[in-house]
């Protein structure tokens, strides 16, 4: 219970610390606001454009979540057909691992001449960074499904597809939140990407425009705020992994 507790607080400890420390070395040396915001300066901010900066934040929100569900409806079925055929897998893994390494804000200008300014680009780039990290996590949970349980299956007359649905795939869902808790900090970071450039709301916005007019207490209160978003969606995900799949945590939460 003790191990558990110390758990919950050493993230909090660790950021007190971090921004305790951050305060001083501003106030010590007289850091001006405008190379590096102290944290006082980036709360007042925060409270003095609460309005604003709501409202970009939600903006960014639900263009994340979109871009982010179709992630995941793409990533789950393309990794349930790479991942059942080890054919397949060995053929389209190098090329989807190679369209990964593709910088996704490249993407960017194409998208707006596809799609116009607006939420499209943004979806789209939310779509691209975070997929691939759940396709691969179902891909290689369903692959490496051990041939000699697969055997045992089919002796008892299983079918192939009785052996991805009621085996494969109970055994990739570890692999599957794990991706979810990747992808979904990728996603915040697609989205901002291409509000930067291809958007007039949003975070990424907010910061072009703070950047812009040199307030920098601004800038820094939206990143604070994307990343306020991506670790509560983080830990949403991390309450569910838990809850649906403890079986596969039991060491861990012996500890």
């Known amino acids: ?14 950021l007190v610390l971090i921004l305790f420390l951050w305060q001083v070395i501003c106030s010590v040396f007289s850091v ?4 590096f915001p102290s944290p006082l300066a980036i709360a007042e901010s925060m409270v003095e454009f609460a309005g604003p900066l709501l409202e970009h934040a939600l903006r960014t929100f639900w263009v994340t979540m979109a871009g982010f569900a179709i992630a995941v409806a793409v990533g789950v079925a393309l990794g349930m057909v790479i ?9 389209a893994y190098p090329l989807m691992t190679a369209f990964n390494a593709l910088p996704k804000a490249a993407f960017v200008p194409v998208l707006v001449v596809w799609f116009g300014i607006g939420a499209g680009p943004a979806i789209l780039t939310a779509f691209l960074i975070s997929f691939f ?5 179902i891909a290689t949970g369903l692959a490496t499904l051990e041939p000699e349980l697969e055997d045992v299956l089919r002796v008892l007359g299983a079918r192939r597809l009785d052996v991805l649905m009621k085996v494969g795939l109970p055994r990739a869902m570890p692999f599957f939140f794990a991706s979810l808790k990747v992808a979904i900090t990728l996603a915040f970071v697609g989205s901002t990407v291409s509000e930067m450039t291809a958007s ?6 907010l910061l072009v425009s703070a950047g ?16 306020a978003m991506a670790m509560a969606m983080y830990e949403l995900f991390a309450i569910i992994e838990k809850r649906t799949t403890g079986w596969a945590h039991r060491g861990a939460g012996a500890q």
């Open 133 to 137: 990290p759940i396709m691969v996590n």
């Open 200 to 205: 007039n709301e949003g975070i990424g916005y």
């Open 1 to 14: 219970m003790k191990s558990k507790t110390l758990k919950r607080v050493a993230p909090w400890a660790l």
């Open 212 to 227: 812009s007019s040199m307030r920098m207490p601004l800038a820094f209160a939206g990143l604070v705020t994307i990343g």
């Open 83 to 91: 991942g059942s055929s080890p054919l397949l897998y060995s053929a």
């Open 32 to 35: 001006s606001e405008f190379i």
